[in-house]
């Protein structure tokens, strides 16, 4: 059974930063892309970040670039979004998914959701004005 697991959410002000973490089981993680994602209520899931396999190539959201950075650790089996200068509007709950239908290769159809089979139950940012 393939499981995501996020961590590292919580309350921040303004100007600061916080890591998010998400440990993946059950699966071969380093031949799948990885994304991160997030939601708030009553607005669909919207992309944020996104890496290949092995790190090559990654994808960011515009009003995320220069501020948030997507890596992993195919030895810890965990993809990490660092965020820095987090802003309010960055308040959401933050997604962990991916993508084993490309052999862990990015692609314009990498900032849907709908590319994704699995899901993480997601963790809560809050930043405080």
């Known amino acids: 059974q393939v499981q995501l697991v996020e961590s590292g959410g919580g309350l921040v002000q303004a100007g600061g930063s916080l890591r998010l973490s998400c440990a993946a089981s059950?699966?071969?993680?380093?031949?799948?892309?990885m994304a991160w994602f997030r939601q708030v209520p009553g607005k669909e899931r919207e992309f944020v970040a996104a890496?290949?396999?092995?790190?090559?190539?990654?994808y960011y959201q515009d009003s995320v670039k220069g501020r948030f950075t997507i890596s992993r650790d195919d030895t810890r089996h965990t993809v990490y979004l660092q965020m820095n200068s987090l802003k309010p509007e960055d308040t959401a709950v933050y997604y962990c998914?991916?993508?084993?239908?490309?052999?862990?290769?990015?692609?314009?159809?990498?900032?849907?959701?709908?590319?994704?089979?699995?899901w993480g139950q997601g963790v809560q940012v809050t930043v405080s004005s």
């Open positions: 059950g699966r071969t993680f380093s031949s799948d892309a």
């Open positions: 890496i290949s396999r092995a790190g090559g190539a990654k």
């Open positions: 998914a991916a993508d084993s239908s490309r052999l862990g290769y990015l692609s314009g159809d990498s900032y849907s959701a709908r590319e994704y089979e699995y």
